[in-house]
């Protein structure tokens, strides 16, 4: 079984920072990938950034030179360090990671969501 558990969001003001975390814990054989996702009120959920094991990041447009993704890999912890936050980015906030588990000579590659973060972004 495998559980990513989320911390960090909140209530700020635009122009403020905050920066989210992701834990990852369990029966990890490996931690492929990981990364984060939102959805804002009444939205679909879209991808903010990803960070590959041994790839370059992949950042939204809207939050690109604002959002830092990086990963500890000793701690299977990612994080989300948010700069310069805009009331449009006022959303749910969702960890994503693509891990293999293995179960005795069996292994099998999942995605796995966490339960979501609220950001507030006040104007």
């Known amino acids: 079984q495998v559980q990513l558990v989320e911390s960090g969001g909140g209530l700020v003001q635009a122009g403020g920072s905050l920066r989210l975390s992701c834990a990852a814990s369990?029966?990890?054989?490996?931690?492929?990938?990981m990364g984060w996702y939102r959805q804002p009120p009444g939205k679909q959920r879209e991808l903010v950034a990803t960070?590959?094991?041994?790839?370059?990041?992949n950042y939204a447009d809207s939050v690109k030179g604002r959002f830092t993704i990086s990963r500890d890999g000793a701690k299977n912890t990612v994080y989300l360090q948010m700069n310069s936050l805009e009331p449009e980015d006022t959303a749910v906030y969702y960890c994503?990671?693509?891990?293999?588990?293995?179960?005795?000579?069996?292994?099998?590659?999942?995605?796995?969501w966490g339960q979501g973060t609220q950001v507030t972004v006040s104007s």
């Open positions: 994503n990671a693509r891990i293999t588990t293995a179960t005795g000579s069996k292994f099998r590659e999942s995605d796995y």
């Open positions: 369990g029966s990890i054989f490996s931690l492929n990938a």
């Open positions: 960070l590959p094991s041994g790839g370059s990041t």
